[in-house]
């Protein structure tokens, strides 16, 4: 069974440009979960999208946005792009039915790096 | 807020000793707690799932226990390699349904 797959594995941006993550989930999963991993602030929840729907969000600018489709693949949109954004983004998938044994498995990740 | 701290920051420990890494939560509504190892660079492994009803998971080598009420949870490793060596993160699932991580514990296990 495939895990969950992320694209691109690298993605170097200039500042003010905008960069666009992809996401496909385990098969049978429908929610997925963003987050970023920047250097010396550990991992930090980013957004959570379930049935197409946007669930949750962290505690990020609007600048960070995201979608999920019909087939629960998610795409992580970042705008304006500042330095501080260069991190490695990882994408989680989960069957998402709320319990307690539902586990997050976790993509390899997107390293993003803004010049 | 759930805040999460992972007890010791780093440790080396020599191959083949047993070791224990300690996370500490301050929001006991959890639906479970995950464990889980990052390799530099990588993505993360789920290690083992706590549900919230229970004490105790085990996976191969590892343990790990959970005290819902005190806000704690252990990763035992027994007979530590090389190959162990990593950052082991754990994180609470709370009722916001977001995983929330500690800092990380880095492990490096010499030959």
């Known amino acids: 069974e495939a895990g969950v797959t992320q694209s691109p594995t690298h993605l170097i941006k200039t500042r003010g440009q905008q960069a666009t993550l992809r996401c496909s989930p385990i098969s049978g999963h429908t929610s997925v979960y963003w987050y970023q991993q920047a250097l010396g602030l550990g991992l930090q929840f980013l957004l959570w999208y379930d049935e197409g729907e946007e669930r949750n969000r962290g505690n990020f600018p609007p600048r960070f946005s995201g979608r999920q489709f019909p087939n629960y693949s998610s795409e992580l949109n970042v705008n304006a792009l500042e330095l501080e954004d260069s991190a490695l983004y990882l994408c989680a998938s989960s069957l998402g039915e709320g319990q307690s044994t539902d586990t997050q498995y976790f993509g390899p990740g997107t390293r993003l790096t803004v010049l | 807020k759930q805040e999460v701290t992972q007890i010791p920051a780093a440790l080396s420990v020599p191959e083949g000793e047993n070791l224990v890494l300690n996370c500490s939560f301050t929001d006991s509504a959890i639906y479970n707690l995950q464990w889980f190892r990052q390799d530099p660079g990588k993505g993360l492994t789920s290690l083992l799932l706590?549900?919230?009803?229970?004490r105790e998971q085990t996976s191969g080598r590892l343990n790990a226990s959970l005290d819902k009420s005190s806000g704690r949870s252990t990763l035992y490793i027994a007979a530590s390699q090389p190959g162990d060596s990593a950052t082991y993160l754990c994180a609470p699932w709370s009722s916001s349904y977001k995983l929330i991580f500690g800092s990380g514990t880095r492990l490096l296990v010499r030959p």
């Open positions: 706590i549900q919230s009803s229970q």
